[in-house]
């Protein structure tokens, strides 16, 4: 099996840790822009080759090793529709972060404010959620390892900023304890 991907890709992070989770031997190949636009037909990362089997979606990709080391997928639907929010989250804030690099800017594009305020409310969102979440230490869903994927990745990458968030913090912080979470940290790589 290998995984191909960034070392500091939210999706491709928790790939590596549903992986690691699993124990599945597999081989990760750090991938740039360029090489992942010319072997993924989605052009982007995470991609995965399976024997004949590729799959070039994170969703995709986490099913797949569910299924393989015979783990349950989501606890319920209230986890899948965080997934979801954390992922709209995720897209919104990344296209900000590419198109920010090529001064496409909230200040001077109305889609890209969108994004931006779209961003803000999914985390008082995700605030609200989490806050009221009970929260098994080390025995975390696929929605909340999602949240912390993102959470890290947008504090590593200074795109927002979680200090109002009380809940976001709180959550980060004891995540970050995780031994698979700490492992794959974007700062490792």
């Given at each position: ?137 080390h025995n ?11 959470l890290s ?37």
């Amino acid at each position: 099996m290998i995984l191909y991907g960034s070392y500091t890709s939210p999706f491709v992070r928790h790939c590596r840790i549903a992986l690691l989770s699993a124990n599945i031997d597999f081989e990760f190949v750090d991938t740039d822009y360029a090489s992942s636009a010319e072997k993924s037909p989605a052009k982007k990362v995470p991609f995965l080759q399976d024997g004949d089997l590729t799959l070039t979606d994170s969703s995709s990709i986490l099913l797949h090793i569910k299924q393989k080391s015979g783990q349950a997928g989501f606890v319920d639907v209230a986890d899948f529709d965080l997934y979801a929010l954390v992922n709209t989250a995720l897209d919104s804030e990344i296209n900000l972060f590419i198109l920010g690099n090529s001064n496409i800017t909230p200040e001077n594009n109305d889609y890209m404010q969108r994004q931006r305020d779209r961003v803000s409310d999914c985390l008082k969102q995700l605030n609200t959620i989490i806050s009221s979440t009970t929260i098994s230490e080390h025995n975390y869903s696929d929605g909340q390892i999602r949240l912390a994927c993102l959470l890290s990745w947008g504090v590593f990458r200074q795109r927002f900023s979680i200090d109002k968030h009380t809940g976001l913090s709180d959550f980060l912080a004891k995540i970050n304890t995780w031994k698979l979470f700490e492992a794959t940290s974007p700062d490792k790589a």
